[in-house]
């Protein structure tokens, strides 16, 4: 309202002097100027819509503020104008005027309907006055009265009522002199009770004293009372916290119980729980840290200080390896009574009922709420420490286990620290449910620096053998396989195993293992006997299980085959072994019993890979690796049986299959290590053992004739290496099994490249005996002398043919020679006749080629010769279909072929060389002209043809 008025004041008085101004200026204006006149309007209609919308067209800065001057604001408007207009001006002042009246009667309006309140409001205020002039006259009443009452009591009762109160003050003073007497003895019986370790009865007896210090403590002589009872409990706590410390290595119920009711009447429940995680954490390094400084020092000799200062992790490299195995069984006795007193105190915690004495009737509800938020704190403070504490735990063995060298312990020695670890692994289990990554990680790390060692070892060992074998026939029996090996027969064992190890797995999940440990620990029994029925299977010489039959014992097995090297430079006498291998040979033969053919240094990649696989079983963590390393032993094998037997041919990776002569080279760049003067053993980048290249024994001859070019030792060669896959591949569905899902791509790579194309070896290693049975030059030199430009159809072959069948009636015989010694399996000797025939047949197309001239009488006798090969062939032989017979037939009949047909038959086959081609345009082609056009397009062709 105020600010209202305020404008309508400013309006009026802005406007006359606005109206003052504007007619000065008119009359001095110059007389050339048109004069304006306006018609001073004081009324308006009296409109309510035209009152809003002139109202409502004010500027709203008009009102903001109490303090704002419109009459500045309309004048600087026109400052912004250089030269304002008389009629803008004065529309200005019309429109201002005619705002200025709407607010004003707007203003009258609204003080005439507020009338009548304002008159309500008027009697309510005179109404309160005279009811304040009312109380005023009531207070003066009651003033009076009060003044009469005071002089209506006497001196002498006040003054009775003041010796009472002095009898009550001396009564209560003599009482607070007692308990001050008491409470200068208290501290000497907190003392006893200290010594007692009553924590509850010393706190509760300290709290009432310091309640009853607080009452009188307007005393002098109790404030040094107070701060004496405030030390004595301090040392409490700290006594009690020592006592709780005691609890993490040997629990006590009874002692524990205790703790608990004093950090209760201390109000610190929960603050005793975290304390108690911090002595766990501190007794596990402590213990861990004794255990390894003793032993230490135990070695050394001698009291050096140094080994105090160092940290836990350096100390562990100190241990050496005949203190290793006793001071590991300690430790992790010391740490298994650490996690069990921390499995108690979770029981008790868990089993206790008891209700705090603290509890009284009138605050029972705020204790309840109280006590039931200590027990869930509780509850989840110790089940999230108990992933802490193993991890503490695990820290400490993983350190202690690392810190030592393992690869040089005996096997028995290192399968004993690997049951140790795997029972603690499995304690870890049960205690928190933890698969304890940071323990089987170290254990992987330190079994894969075992194993490689072990496996250094064994591919030395492979690799001397391998150069001194003989690759004589060792005689086994016809159903001889790999379980018939010593090293094996765990296998036949441990399914049964298995299932006892279940049935007894079972047993113990109905007893944790700190129910069945309540004394002692699970370190205590050795464990060196359960390993051995794994490494070491039972002596099935000495006699046969009930469940097992004839077929499966290896009873018949010479004992020279059940060691791990058999000798072949025995000594013994040469008539006498002759004898016996003439004596059963025969027999072998005659009754066409199909035994694997095997070598000495075979049966001794067999009994390795039966270690590897017991390892397998007990070194869990590290199965990929051992897997791996069982075939780098394969891969050595076949690369020693490639380069034994192929060496001596100069295009041999013509004939190898694309994937084996991948796998081949595969071998050579990643273990073989070609340097004889390295270090031997040495590993490639990919972590692969590194072996020298191995060399042929010089006992082994590969270049006499009459043996063909050593054929028997190609033989066991061969095929002791197929045995070998056979037996791999017998495993297959066993190491997938043992092996990570995520490794098990390598397996298949490993089966479908190496161990499954290994049989296409025998192409390259009898490809040498049958390219040397045959005297290719010779007879090349025959088919040189045949005339082939004759006139006359001859009844009689050439003398080549006879020449071809008597080389081959030779390779016959020896074969057979060699069968007597060594049995022949019908795949190798479908391959030796297969190239034998095939490198014929290719020698007389070579041959032919050689024409320089042939008839029609000509082509007729390369046609007869050919089919007297064939009709005496299969007298020798009964190999069928005969290789590359269409590929003679072929190029003979070609000779009959017109210019033209030739000409596209030239084209269509490419497996003839251009020597061969140029020979059959020489011959088959009169024309000159067609002769040269074919040879042209026979040089084009051989320009474009792969090399």
Known sequence: ???????????????????????????????????????????????????????????????????????????EKLKDDEKPSLYDINEDRTRLRSQLQSVSKKVSDVVLENHSAYTKELQRVTDLQASLQTANVICTNGRRQLQISKQGFTISSLGIMANYRKKQQLLSLMKSLYTIKTLQRTDIRLREMLEEEDYPGAIQLCLECQKAASTFRHYTCISELSSKLQDTLEMIEEQLDQALAKTCNSFDIGHYQKVQRAYRLLGKTQTAMDQLHMHFTSAIHNTAFTIVLGYVELVSGSSDTRFQKMQYKDLCSYVTGDTFIPCMVDLCKALWDVMRSYYKTMEWHEDSEEVP???TDTGSLSSNIEASFNRKYIQKKLAHGLSRIWQDVQQ????????????????????????????????????????????????????????KNYHRARMDELCIFLENEGWELCPVKVNFSIH???????????????????????????????????????????TLDDTEDVIQAPNMSNGKDSNSNDDDSDSDIPDELKQDYIDEQTGENPTKRGHAKTKRRPERVSSRELSPILANTTLNVLRLVGKYMQMMSVLTPIAYDVVLCMSQLFDYYLYAVYTFFT??????????????????????????????????????????????????????????????????????????????AEQFESLQSHLESVIPATKKPFLQQFYSQTVGVSSELRNAVYLGVSSYCLSTERILNLMSTVNWNIKDIMSQHSPYVDAL????????????????????????????????????????????????????????????????????????????????KEFVETYIKAFYLSESDIESWI????????????????????????????????????????K
């Open 357 to 359: 004495e603290a509890e």
């Open 396 to 451: 400490k063995v993983k350190f202690f286990l690392l810190g030592t060298d393992l690869s040089f312990f005996k096997y028995d020695d290192f399968i004993f620290v690997l049951d140790i670890i795997n029972r603690l692994i499995s304690i870890g289990k049960e205690f928190c449910g933890s698969k304890s990554e940071d323990l089987q990680k170290s254990i992987r790390t330190q079994s894969i620096n075992y194993f």
């Open 805 to 884: 069948l008597q080389d081959l009636q030779v390779f016959r015989d020896r074969l057979q020679d060699v069968g007597r010694q060594v049995r022949i399996p019908h795949v190798v000797y479908v391959v030796l006749w297969n190239h034998l025939i095939l490198l014929v047949n290719r020698t007389i197309v070579e041959g032919l080629a050689g024409a320089k001239k042939c008839s029609n009488e000509g082509r007729a006798l390369m046609q007869l010769d050919y089919q007297q090969f064939l009709m005496k062939l299969e007298q020798l032989t009964d190999i069928k279909p005969i290789p590359a």
């Open 1 to 75: 309202m105020k600010k209202i008025k305020t404008l309508i004041s400013r309006q009026t008085n802005r406007s006359r002097e606005e109206y003052s101004s504007t007619e000065d200026k008119d009359l001095s204006s110059d007389q050339s100027e048109p004069v304006y006149t306006y018609k001073d309007t004081r009324e308006i209609a009296s409109d309510p819509l035209a009152e809003a919308e002139v109202i409502n067209s004010i500027e709203d800065v008009y009102f903001n503020d109490d303090t704002f001057d419109s009459s500045l604001y309309e004048l």
């Open 647 to 724: 060496s001596d041919m100069a295009d041999v990776e013509k004939v190898l299959n694309s994937k084996l002569l991948n796998t081949l080279r595969r071998i050579s760049n990643e273990i073989i290590d070609k340097s004889r003067s390295g270090p031997l053993n040495s590993e490639s980048p990919n972590n692969k053992v590194k072996v020298p290249f191995p060399y042929l024994s010089p006992i082994v001859e590969l270049e006499n004739r009459n043996t063909l070019y050593g054929l028997s030792e190609r033989i066991v060669a061969t095929e002791s290496l197929a045995f070998l």
């Open 484 to 526: 018939h090996l010593q090293e094996f027969k765990f296998m036949h064992l441990l399914n049964a195993q298995r299932n006892e190890d279940d049935i007894l797995e079972n047993e113990m999940k109905q007893t944790n293992v700190f129910k069945r440990f309540e004394t002692g620990s699970p370190f205590d029994r050795q």
């Open 907 to 946: 084209k269509e086959r490419r497996e003839y060389s251009g020597k061969q081609l140029t020979s059959l345009v020489n011959c088959a082609v009169s024309s000159k002209r067609g002769r040269q056009r074919l040879l042209m397009i026979i040089e084009e062709l051989e320009r474009q043809r792969p």
